[in-house]
């Protein structure tokens, strides 16, 4: 209680002011917007002025730049807390600030953390995957979802035959797209606040089709039919005679045993 109370008495004077000294170093020392859940450890001076409160006293706050910090601790000269880096938040150095209230002493280090701009895209998933389609299939649905970070309006591009729209941007999407044959590459863009951009695609395959050809018949310009010698008259349908195109006498099979495990075929002399 005396430690208290002394203290107490040697800040008295300076209630609501803030200080340049007091705080030696945080870590880390920078982050990208969007970053959430980041844990920022400030390291405090032991001989700052006036003096810090004992160490059982926990800071009523903790700050980078306006921005407030969450879950504080404080383990003698080591404060602790998390914070979330909002996408919305302007790039560039803010001062950190550890608040004891009462009796409302803030220590600050000026440009102690710098917030860095996002280089990455906002997230952008087709939900859709890569399909082969027939050729009467001329329009399909492409459909996805995004993060909360994407704002404004949405757009996709049918790179093969260059058609294109737009949307606003939602938690999940779908919309219509036609489609030429062959390979129809459907790309989906959304933007953050930053103006960093996050796509995905997917790939359509509408087949070509059918192709139409004619092929030429082969015609001997033959008007005659002809027996062994001379011309005879037509066949009717399904009678056959002697001298139709492709006839011949067929030859009976004839074999010869040779009874040592050999055969001979009487016809070709084939031996096996």
Do not use: C
């Amino acid at each position: 209680m005396k430690i208290v109370l002394l203290w107490v008495a040697q800040v008295a004077f300076a209630l609501t002011q803030t200080f340049a000294d007091g705080i030696i170093s945080v870590s880390p020392e920078s982050a990208t917007v969007g970053t959430s859940g980041l844990l920022l450890t400030v390291e405090l001076d032991s001989g700052a002025f006036p003096p810090l409160p004992p160490s059982e006293v926990i800071p009523s706050n903790v700050r980078i730049g306006t921005v407030e910090g969450t879950s504080i601790s404080r383990n003698r000269y080591t404060v602790t807390a998390t914070f979330d880096i909002a996408i919305s938040m302007a790039a560039g150095e803010y001062a950190v600030e550890v608040e004891f209230n009462p009796p409302g002493v803030t220590y600050d280090l000026q440009n102690g953390f710098e917030v860095l701009a996002g280089e990455t895209g906002p997230e952008v998933v087709i939900t859709n995957s890569n399909v082969t389609l027939a050729q009467t299939v001329e329009s399909y649905s492409v459909g996805g979802t995004n993060g909360a970070e994407v704002v404004g309006t949405m757009t996709w591009t049918n790179q093969l035959n260059g058609s294109s729209g737009s949307f606003a941007a939602s938690s999940s999407w779908i919309f219509t797209v036609s489609l030429a044959e062959g390979e129809n590459r459907i790309v989906v863009s959304g933007s953050n606040a930053l103006g960093a951009v996050g796509s995905d695609d997917v790939v359509y395959t509408r087949l070509p089709s059918a192709p139409s050809k004619t092929y030429t018949i082969v015609d001997t310009g033959q008007s005659e039919t002809y027996g062994n010698t001379n011309a005879i008259a037509a066949p009717s349908a399904g009678s056959s005679f002697y001298g139709q195109d492709a006839q011949h006498d067929g030859v009976q099979p004839s074999f010869i045993n040779h009874q040592d495990g050999t055969i001979t075929d009487a016809n070709t002399g084939l031996m096996w």
